[in-house]
């Protein structure tokens, strides 16, 4: 079974930077998509940012310019870089992951438990 542990979150102040990282573990045989949503209160789920494993990137609108994606294939982990955060961004972050593994169900799309990012005025 494949799961997911997020790290990075927190507190920072409006301008700030986080950074959130995302390790996949378990019985993985191919990782596809990786990516980011984020829930704030009130609100459903939205997504943030996803990558392929051939590194394409995809990003909404609002983050886009202020937050980066990316990937290291060899240890099952994507990153979030965000920048110049704003109060708007404050949300529980969850990472997503899609791929193959080497039981059954072979296919497999997973959550992680979430880590909330809050950012004050």
Request: charged share 15%; hydrophobic share 35%; with cysteine.
């Amino acid at each position: 079974q494949v799961q997911l542990v997020e790290s990075g979150g927190g507190l920072v102040q409006a301008g700030g930077s986080l950074r959130l990282s995302c390790e996949a573990s378990g019985s993985i045989l191919r990782i596809d998509a990786m990516g980011w949503y984020r829930q704030a209160p009130g609100k459903q789920r939205e997504l943030v940012a996803t990558i392929t494993s051939t590194g394409v990137t995809n990003y909404a609108g609002s983050v886009k310019g202020r937050f980066t994606i990316s990937r290291d294939n060899a240890r099952n982990t994507v990153f979030l870089q965000m920048n110049s955060l704003k109060p708007e961004d404050t949300a529980v972050y969850y990472c997503n992951a899609a791929g193959v593994q080497t039981i059954l169900p072979t296919d497999f799309h997973v959550w992680g438990q979430g880590t909330q990012v809050t950012v004050s005025s």
